[in-house]
């Protein structure tokens, strides 16, 4: 049954080939100073950047450049960039990036003002914001993490080896999103394939648990079925058109709070990707493939009833007098099969998880409990151990 909720999702989306043109409509909307906030080149080498400009320039803003913003943001970078926001009066953020852009743009956005450490009020702590908040808008170049249409902000403090997912309140989504699917076009296939599979664990986080009948996993299941078939189509045609607009889509739609509305949900899978990013610094998404098996056949069992329906409604698996374990199985098998055609890392060792971290890494593992079953500590060793 669903359970009583708000929804209240303020970013306004522009999508498609043209989406960019409605940028100088947003910017009239706030103060002279945009800090433009990018990554470490790509949208100098594919062209993004001299739009930003040439848009930034006709509107007359005075930019504060903000670039150098690494995948898996890191405390650092975020003092720095608060900093030149305080500083410079920012009145608006740009982030122009994939969701670690995005991400340290929400996190400025919440810090800038804040008179205490900022790790340690909204990340180590999840404080309430009492501070002046600076407004984000966002030009989407990887479509994967949802940041672009969500609160959550996800920030690395590599002295502590600790990387925290904060999900803020409304007041710090994204005003605004540009959505051009041929902007993600130059994302390499590596990068790519990760992205689709962020969009699958948000979409699993989400859908496997619980035992009751919600409207929201159908849905689930019908984006996972078109993440299925679009991901397949890119992979094969980088260039398809058709297929990486259904991906950026799904990838908002997927963590805007929409489908986790009113029921239980895990997000263990996270958790484990989460630290043991924090050890390896490796790509998002990979940390989450690396993970996921052997988590979901830790925790089958538990929730057997769940991963037989996902079999069948998502794998079209025939249940054909098989028993519920076996139809469980073989879904589970289908998810293996297309990770493996997207070129996943299914290894942790192939991401720079040794042995020996293992223990440190499961220390750093938040354990969630809303999933089918409540994780020890030794499980998740296990489960660590199982990814290697
Ligand atoms: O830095 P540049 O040079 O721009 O290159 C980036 C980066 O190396 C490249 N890239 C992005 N757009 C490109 C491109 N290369 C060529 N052409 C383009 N159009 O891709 C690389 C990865 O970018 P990144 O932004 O790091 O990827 P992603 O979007 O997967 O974001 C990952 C971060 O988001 C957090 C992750 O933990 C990680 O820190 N997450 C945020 C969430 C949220 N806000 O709700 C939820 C997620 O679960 C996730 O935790
Ligand atoms: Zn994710």
Redesign the pocket.
Known sequence: MLGNFTYENPTKLYFGKDALSYLQDELALYGPNVQFI??????K??G?YEKIMTVLQAAHKRVIEDGG?????TLDKLYEGCRAAKEQKADLLLAV???????YAKAVAVSAYCETDPWDTYYAHMRRIKNKIIPVGCVL??A????EM?G???I?NTAEKR?I?R?FDARVFPRFAVLNPE??????KY?MA??CY?IM??LMEQYFSGTDDTASDYIAEGMMRSLVHSSRQAIRDPQDYEARSNIMWLASWA?NSFIGKGKSQDWMV?MLG?SL?AYTNA???MTLAAVSLPYYRHIVKAGEAKFARFAQTVWQVRPDGKTAADIAAEGLQCLEAWMRSLGLVLHARELGMTEEMIPQIAEGVFITHGGYETLTREAVEDILQQSL
Request: charged residues 5%; proline residues 6%.
């Open positions: 990018y990554g470490g080149g790509s949208v080498r594919n993004i913003v690494m995948p898996n943001p990036g994939g969701g670690s852009v995005c991400d170049t990887m994967g993490t949802g940041s969500n959550g902000s996800v690395t990387k997912a999900v902007f993600t076009m130059t994302v390499p990068q990760a992205g962020d664990s948000h963590l996270h989460q990013g790509t998002h998404g």
